[in-house]
């Protein structure tokens, strides 16, 4: 008798879906940036400063070009927009808006850039991650007493915007990634944390800026 053979069941895996994408090309730039890094001595140290350089450059363009393509960031700043048009802080003109959206959305992106910065060389260096958020969050409470009060709203609301669906399959692999490459790294207690720090910064970052744009 002839056996029947079953045909093999579809994997989910292999068609997967975009944030899968993301999180395969995080882990993938993370372990690449991490092998940089992490190169044994007997290589040239001159090589090794220049691939440093290269990862720390490397990281931030990532952290600011992937929150200036958040849509979510594009909502709050077009709307922020609208409101400080009609309470008078800025001109009621399309050029006035624009401007005011475009100077949101790179502070806002430089502070996430800022963030991972900071991120990778804790991953790097073994740096304690709840000193740093307490720290963080102490500036936080400390610019909310002096920061104009019509920033402070938008400032808290930047920090949440930021982690949303373009940066947090990417930066959550990027730092699982690096960890799991590194040398007395462990992803578990050393991988994570960059989104913190990713819904941190902002909030420093952009109530900086409207203390600025209140003292000019």
């Not at 709840?130 to 002096?146: D, E, F, N, Q, R």
């Not at 019509?150 to 690096?178: H, N, Q």
């Amino acid at each position: 008798t002839m056996k029947r053979f079953r045909r093999p069941r579809s994997r989910g895996h292999l068609a997967p879906p975009g944030g899968s994408l993301r999180r395969a090309a995080g882990l993938l730039i993370g372990d690449f940036w991490a092998r940089l890094l992490d190169q044994p001595r007997e290589r040239a140290q001159r090589g090794l400063v220049v691939a440093q350089r290269f990862v720390i450059a490397a990281v931030s363009f990532l952290g600011f070009g992937t929150t200036v393509a958040e849509p979510a960031l594009t909502a709050v700043a077009n709307e922020a927009a609208q409101v400080a048009a009609g309470a008078g802080a800025i001109g009621d003109t399309t050029e006035e808006r624009s401007r005011y959206v475009l100077g949101l959305r790179i502070t806002v992106a430089l502070s996430v850039g800022t963030a991972l910065l900071i991120g990778v060389l804790r991953i790097l260096l073994g740096w304690s991650l709840p000193l740093l958020i307490i720290s963080g969050y102490v500036m936080v409470i400390a610019m909310t007493t002096v920061a104009p009060p019509e920033i402070v709203g938008i400032a808290y609301d930047s920090g949440g915007v930021t982690t949303s669906t373009v940066t947090v399959p990417l930066v959550t692999a990027l730092g699982v990634g690096m960890a799991s490459s590194l040398r007395d790294r462990n992803p578990m207690t050393d991988g994570f944390g960059l989104i913190a720090f990713a819904s941190l910064t902002p909030m420093i970052f952009v109530m900086a800026y409207g203390s600025i744009i209140a003292w000019i």
